[in-house]
T-cell receptor, first 109, second 121 residues
């Protein structure tokens, strides 16, 4: 079946270091959405990418959608404690939203 | 912005009892709502898609007689866990898609409720 692989599962960073999570789909996606879930909370919609090769920025967050519309990445520059949480990608294919497993961002004490 | 209210936020029940969870879209209409289950440190697992005025569509492996879904209005969907057992303990989250996006299916961000943590003893 259709799958969206997301890696890594966890990423430990020092505050101030960068963070990146990657999603790769087995099929071409209509769009890809990114969500953030804080510990104990619910997923919150961050952004949606629709066009091939699209790049969008939200302050320190940069989102990319691959040319083939099968992969995407989220890059956070200079992480802060407020960035802690799990970041999920969700790809839309055949009107179904397929979720990645999530990448948990952990700030080292 | 679009707000989804989910109630209760947590519930403890005894094995064999039923629990109803409500999901309301507060400031928009939602033709479609989704029910997810999330185990600790895992991703969201779609259980079923709830459509206003029609039967819910269940994902493979989800028992429709155990997880009853009712979507009686454009702002309310309910999930009832019937004859709950300890293995049903989990975090249940609903999400809603504003009806206005229904005409443009490619642009459909989801708005999530706060989730319900169910513990069955």
């Amino acid at each position: 079946g259709q799958q969206v692989m997301q890696i890594p599962q966890y990423q430990h960073v020092q505050e101030g270091e960068d963070f990146t999570t990657y999603c790769n789909s087995s099929t071409t996606l209509s769009n890809i959405q990114w969500y953030k879930q804080r510990p104990g909370g619910h997923p919150v919609f961050l952004i949606q990418l629709v066009k091939s090769g699209e790049v969008k920025k939200q302050k320190r967050l940069t989102f990319q959608f691959g040319e083939a519309k099968k992969n995407s990445s989220l890059h956070i520059t200079a992480t802060q404690t407020t960035d802690v949480g799990t970041y999920f990608c969700a790809g839309l294919s055949n009107y179904q939203l397929i979720w990645g497993a999530g990448t948990k961002l952990i700030i080292k004490p | 912005g679009a707000v989804v209210s989910q109630h209760p936020s947590w519930v403890i029940c005894k094995s064999g009892t039923s629990v109803k969870i409500e999901c309301r879209s507060l400031d928009f209409q939602a033709t479609t709502m989704f029910w997810y289950r999330q185990f600790p440190k895992q991703s969201l697992m779609l259980m079923a898609t709830s459509n206003e005025g029609s039967k819910a569509t269940y994902e493979q492996g989800v028992e429709k007689d155990k997880f009853l879904i009712n979507h009686a209005s454009l702002t309310l969907s309910t999930l009832t866990v019937t004859s709950a057992h300890p293995e049903d303990s989990s975090f249940y989250i609903c999400s809603a898609r504003p009806s206005v996006w229904a005409q443009v299916r490619q642009h459909s961000p989801l708005h999530f409720g706060n989730g319900t943590r169910l513990t069955v003893t």
